[in-house]
């Protein structure tokens, strides 16, 4: 059996590196958050599909005005990924559902 004294010395241990921990979690709290560019640009893009998606409600409408307005080259990477970012938000929004969204992008492309 520990004697007091042993149990006192595990019990500051313990608090000491509690203690450190919690001023460890305190000082990366404080950083700020820095996003690069690249994530920058995909919220921008990925608020402005949420943004289209409540307000427009055919897809390939949407993807036209994020062609549209998007055109420039510094958003070039992005572009291949439009399509698959509004299906993902419709679908979320329960406007379509996932089998419906392969049957609804069969049926614009044959329209075509």
């Known amino acids: ?3 007091y004294q ?3 010395r595990m019990e500051l241990a ?3 590196s509690i203690d450190a921990a919690y ?3 305190l000082r990366q709290k404080a950083k700020p958050k820095t ?3 690249d994530s920058l640009a995909r919220l921008e893009i ?5 943004e289209l ?3 427009v409600k055919t897809r390939s409408r949407i993807i036209e005005i994020l062609n549209n307005a998007y055109s420039d080259s510094k958003y070039d990477k992005y572009r291949q990924y439009f399509e698959s970012w509004v299906n993902d938000v419709l679908s979320r929004m329960g406007h379509i559902k996932e089998k419906e969204t392969q049957e609804a992008k069969d049926i614009e492309d044959e329209e075509r």
């Open 53 to 55: 998606c409540s307000l």
């Open 1 to 3: 059996m520990p004697s």
């Open 14 to 16: 313990k608090r000491s």
């Open 46 to 50: 990925q608020n402005y599909i949420r």
């Open 35 to 37: 996003l690069s560019e």
């Open 6 to 8: 042993e149990k006192r």
């Open 23 to 25: 001023r460890a979690s």
